[in-house]
């Protein structure tokens, strides 16, 4: 148990340092213009934007008490995945999840809202998103694709 707990500690560490060094570029790069465009692409914009919600904008309307919601979610979530022993399996993943949430949740503390600068619109315009986004999606993906291939595993030692 001791060295997942130390792959985690390392992944949610190096995840959160890379994002908020990423999020400095990037808020360097505009020099505090709230909405601007830094780069343009046929199917990425690299813009900044201070997200005040959580995904799409969504529960803005909490204003400053969505970052304590947020707070007390995530340290409750990693409570349970560590009383749960998920660590064993998901020690890299929920480094992904856990480093990704804090950096947003950082950002949430010391910024006008979090700090996103991706902007995709590549055959539709989606949000835009951050590094930390995208390494809680990629968490959520292994952990999925993890499960899906130990339980064909199972399936296929029961037959």
Known sequence: MGRNITIFLFIAIGTFIIDHNIKLWAMDIVDGIEYSMIMEGSCINLELYYNKGVAFSMLSFL????????????????????YEGYFKQH??????????????IYDRFT????????????GFDFAI???ADVMIDLGVA?????????????????D
Do not use: P
């Open 91 to 104: 020690a890299i993943a929920l480094g992904l999840i856990v480093g990704g949430a804090f950096g947003n």
């Open 142 to 158: 292994i952990i999925l694709l993890q499960t899906f291939l130990k339980s064909r595993q199972e399936k296929k030692t029961e």
């Open 63 to 82: 204003g400053d008490n969505l970052k304590w919601v947020q707070l007390v979610l995530v340290i409750s979530v990693l409570f349970y995945v560590l």
């Open 129 to 131: 998103f951050n590094y």
């Open 111 to 122: 910024q006008e809202g979090v700090v996103d600068y991706i902007a995709w619109h590549c």
